[in-house]
């Protein structure tokens, strides 16, 4: 069983968002396609996010909530689906109250929030408050980290993680899963501020806060989707797998790869090798790749 955590699809009706050049332009990526290449490379089950902020909904072309819940709803058995809810949502308020649309989107069969992209400091007030909202209603979150606010999409944090471990303090019951460059070059301690949101290479000497929080706070996981946590894990090999066996029961297996291909997903290589290679063993590797998603979402104790 291969459950990919972080994927997207394009607007249906309207492909040519999906066509612009300002993020690469691979064209359309409809529930189709992604059903297709999910046969093609092995994969049962995708996680389908939906993007619902002004930052970069429009230039990537992916699809909101609506058309995601349709999507999902004609391939229960393959595509879950999540919903995306804007911090700055109903009346941009601290105190805005989300229980009743967080309890819509989970009644018609969402499973978790995300991917959040809202340009904020992760520790806004409006953050907090959705933060707050996801822990009661049970819903995970997925978020998109970035280094900085301002001509960027993503949540912010500043060096070291110090506002993500605000609110994984403040919000124990939360689950929050993190995604994107800034969050997974945190896996080194000697990471150059410059690189927190590009592909830095070299070895890894020492652990970053990625390490030191997974290990603190029972409510971090990690999804290694996107060429941020494939780089983040095998820049230097030794130190990604010591990672891997160290936190298999926090790391989900994602892609986050909206386009058609014509080799399998670097993060399915990765894995694959690992365990063939004997670099994990074939108990992480199941946890990554399906039991950590069923226990965490599923309510499975596997």
Not at 97 to 110: A, Y
Request: charge should be positive; glycine fraction near 8%.
């Amino acid at each position: 069983m291969i459950i990919d955590i972080h994927q997207h699809i394009t607007f249906r009706q309207f492909p040519q968002f999906a066509r612009l050049k300002l993020y690469g332009g691979h064209g359309p990526f409809t529930a189709a396609h992604l059903l297709h290449d999910m046969d093609k490379w092995g994969i049962d089950k995708s996680v389908v996010l939906p993007l619902a902020n002004p930052e970069n909904m429009d230039f990537f072309g992916v699809a909101g909530n609506q058309e995601v819940l349709a999507a999902c709803r004609k391939h229960p058995d393959r595509l879950i689906p999540f919903c995306n809810i804007d911090p700055r949502g109903v009346l941009n308020h601290k105190k805005a109250d989300f229980s009743m649309l967080m309890n819509l989107f989970k009644d018609l069969g969402c499973m978790g929030i995300g991917e959040i992209c809202a340009n904020l400091p992760i520790n806004d007030p409006r953050c907090k408050n959705l933060f707050d909202h996801a822990g009661r209603a049970d819903l995970p979150v997925i978020f998109h980290l970035s280094p900085r606010q301002g001509r960027l999409y993503g949540i912010f944090d500043r060096p070291g993680l110090p506002g993500l471990e605000e609110v994984l303090r403040d919000f124990p019951r939360t689950i929050f899963i993190g995604h994107a460059p800034s969050f997974w070059n945190e896996i080194d301690g000697r990471l150059d501020p410059r690189q927190r949101n590009g592909y830095p290479k070299g070895p890894i000497v020492r652990e970053g806060a990625l390490w030191r929080l997974m290990e603190k706070y029972p409510n971090l996981y990690g999804d290694f989707s996107a060429g941020s946590g494939h780089n983040a894990l095998t820049r230097d090999p030794a130190a990604g797998f010591r990672f891997l066996n160290k936190f298999h029961r926090k790391i989900f297996f994602g892609t986050d790869m909206f386009f058609k291909k014509d080799k399998p997903p670097l993060h399915l290589v990765l894995m694959r090798s690992a365990l063939s290679g004997r670099h994990i063993s074939k108990a992480a590797y199941k946890n990554i790749m399906h039991r950590n998603f069923e226990r965490v979402f599923m309510r499975k104790r596997l």
